[in-house]
């Protein structure tokens, strides 16, 4: 199809050139800004200090241990509740998630409470005055933290492994260890390799995990923001951002092509499968429910001492119980207000434009398609750090100084990649046939989104804009560069307590935060469910393939 071809097609082109100039103007030319902020010159003067060595080579590695004991750590959890009947599977099914929504930084925070040098394990229970300040702590603080990222991975690939095999190798005498090693390992690998690229992406990009934990384990997300703000050093921040991208890109390319792999197996050999649990070995249980009950108390603990600091006079030293941290909380409104108000009117933008340039991409023939994806998908390898520093950039360069504006931006490009991944496959489960008879009825292409893609569509749409909402509130690294006093946020203000050993009130604040997510979440969950309801009845109605 071409726009001056088709009958009613301006609405389409209109839409097409909003969001082409979008992709062009809020993701393209702040990269591009980044690019020429950096010289040759400046690109010599990193690689020649023995300094920037190291903390590139910290960054490697902090990036694959963290990745790789991660999704160790998430396949066999994943394992243990999807393939062995272990007991108070649906509990522990359900931890990784809702950890999984948890704004990132609490995370760190919780494991200052738990391993630092007052910390309750190390000091009151173990007694032992040290810290885990650095490498080991920051690898602990972030494999807690992703692990479920490759949980949510590594469950789905397991159950949508087709159990005919595994019934053969056990008819041909074939133990269960054995099996798991010679089919169902092997079958699992695309999504082990997909959840391991998934999370080196959201380890380079981390921030507030080395931020709070890293102590003098210097990695570049933290690097490329204490250059610009420390030192005023914008060129050697742009050229540590290029550095850091570079990695990124790559594991981003890595993944996008397993993904399309796991999706052509799973239509190939799992569609008709029925599910069935492994009869796992007596010992083999033990060992993996052990192995959840362990990670489980882990999470829930760091809940725990959140909401300990929040009521204890001073962690580690005065554990008298008071509210003074809660009602210092009184004083932070506008920053929570910020919070959710700037993620509320991001999400909306982003959930929008993910809808829109979802439908240009899969169910329409345009210019551009494949340019429009790659857009819509490339600031998942964008470390949050790397995006608000390319904003900022393009700010001054625009000698734009709205600070509300850029901060709305910078979130909506920063998670508009995932709702546009779920909105695309939502309407990948909708025929075609659907925009045939519309478009038979005389109704253009946007009026066909409008009122008939994005109507049966509601579930998929709704969860990206949940999901958007959520990180949005809790985010970080992509705005620390564009807040200002008269635009502070939650999650800034709560970095700063914890950096100022202000336990009490960063605990509150973190609690304070992580309770709007919850609730924001249940609210979201109990509408998708509604719609939900309202689907099957459509489904009744075959719209779907």
């Keep these: 199809m071409r726009f001056n071809s088709e009958q009613n097609s301006k609405s389409l082109f209109t839409a097409w050139i909003i969001v082409l100039l979008f992709f062009i103007f809020c993701i393209g030319f702040p990269l591009l800004q980044v690019l020429l902020a950096a010289t040759p010159k400046d690109f010599k003067a990193v690689f020649s200090q023995n300094i920037w060595h190291q903390i590139i080579f910290n960054t490697v590695l902090e990036c694959v241990c963290s990745a790789f004991i991660s999704v160790v750590v998430g396949y066999l959890f994943a394992y243990a509740v999807v393939k062995a009947d272990i007991p108070a599977k649906k509990f522990f099914s359900v931890l990784p998630l809702v950890h999984l929504v948890t704004p990132p930084f609490v995370g760190g925070l919780a494991f200052i409470l738990l391993f630092g040098r007052q910390g309750f ?3 009151t229970v173990l007694g032992l ?12 603080a972030q494999v807690l933290c992703f692990f479920p990222m490759a949980y949510l991975i590594c469950a789905q690939t397991l159950r949508g492994i087709n159990t005919n095999f595994e019934k053969a190798a056990r008819s041909m005498g074939a133990g269960e260890l054995k ?61 540590l951002g290029i550095v850091l991208i570079i990695p990124s890109v790559i594991f981003f390319v ?11 197996r799973t239509a190939g050999i799992s569609q008709k499968s029925e599910f069935e649990k492994s009869s796992c070995p007596l010992f083999a249980k033990i060992i993996l429910t052990t192995f959840v009950t362990v990670i489980s108390i882990f999470i829930l603990a760091q809940g725990a001492s959140i909401v300990a600091g ?26 929570l207000k910020n919070s959710v108000g700037f993620a509320l009117i991001s999400a909306m933008i982003s959930t929008v434009i993910a809808s829109v340039s979802s439908y240009i991409v899969h169910r329409t023939d345009v210019p551009l398609k494949k340019t429009l994806d790659i857009f819509a998908q490339i600031p998942s390898a964008i470390p949050g750090s790397l995006l608000g520093l390319a904003i900022s950039l393009s700010a001054n360069t625009l000698k734009f100084r709205n600070s509300n504006v850029l901060i709305v931006v910078a ?32 109704a253009n292409q946007l009026y066909t989104l409008l009122t008939v893609i994005a109507p049966v569509s509601k579930g998929g749409i709704f969860s990206g804009f949940i999901y958007d909402f959520i990180r949005g509130v809790g985010t970080l690294s992509a705005v620390i560069f564009l807040v200002s006093f008269k635009t502070p946020l939650a999650s800034i203000e709560l970095i700063n307590l914890a950096e100022q050993g202000n336990w009490g009130s960063s605990c509150a604040l973190a609690l304070c935060l992580t309770l709007i997510t919850f609730l924001i979440l249940g609210s979201g969950l109990f509408i998708n469910m509604m719609i939900s309801k309202k689907r099957e009845k459509i489904n009744g109605i075959s719209f779907f393939k």
Excluded: C
């Design 129 to 140: 005055n040290l810290s885990l300040y650095g490498f080991w702590g920051l690898l602990i």
């Design 179 to 239: 099996i798991f090693f010679t089919v169902t390992l092997p079958l699992s690998f695309p999504g082990i390799l997909s959840s391991f690229l998934f999370i080196a992406v959201s380890v380079l990009s981390d921030f507030g995990n080395p931020l709070i934990v890293g102590g003098r384990f210097r990695v570049l997300a933290v690097e490329i923001y204490t250059q610009l703000t420390g030192w005023l050093n914008v060129r050697t921040s742009a050229v």
């Design 310 to 335: 929040s009521f204890q006079k001073l962690w580690g030293i005065n554990k008298a119980f008071t509210f003074e941290h809660i009602k210092h909380t009184v004083q932070y409104t506008r920053e």
């Design 254 to 264: 890595l993944q996008n092509k397993v993904n399309k792999k796991i999706e052509e």
């Design 411 to 442: 979130m909506t490009v920063a998670f508009m990649p995932f709702a546009y991944r779920m909105i695309s496959n939502t309407y990948g489960q909708l025929k075609y046939t659907l925009d045939d008879a519309a478009r038979s009825l005389g």
């Design 121 to 123: 394990i190390t000091h």
